[in-house]
């Protein structure tokens, strides 16, 4: 089960969450229906590059990565959408397109939107099209130390 990975590495940092189990949705907008979640509480992981490294861009639901902004941030010259040929193999615990914004399980940097940073909560894809994660934010913020931008 790919969220096995993600609740281990919960589990074992002592943090509170819920695990929702809902029949498989591949949009946002399905996913949150099914779930009976916001579909603006809901992030979503969009795998990037930045000056050709790959990253995780943490939103809500219903925006895109901001490239330009995390370029500012970071200064870098070039961010970009990865396309799933170059980030499938650093997935091989997850559906493609369903990885959790926990870069730190990969090796990545996680850059999130402002807007979820004030959040008292987060839900995201745990792995999988059936199963998501809420848990506190902060908590979030703790383990993965993501960049706002």
Known sequence: MPVDKLRQYLDAEGVKYVLIIHSRAYTAQEIAESAHVSGKALAKTVIVKVDGKMAMAVVPAPEKAPLGRIREVVG??????????????????CELGAMPPFGNLYGLEVY????????????????????????????FERLVRPKVV
């Open 76 to 93: 870098a010259r070039k961010v970009e959408i990865a396309t799933e040929d170059e980030f499938r193999s650093v997935f091989p615990d």
């Open 112 to 139: 999130v939107a402002e807007s979820l940073s004030t959040d008292r909560e987060i839900a995201f894809n745990a792995g999988s099209f059936v199963e998501l994660v809420r848990l506190a934010y902060k908590d």
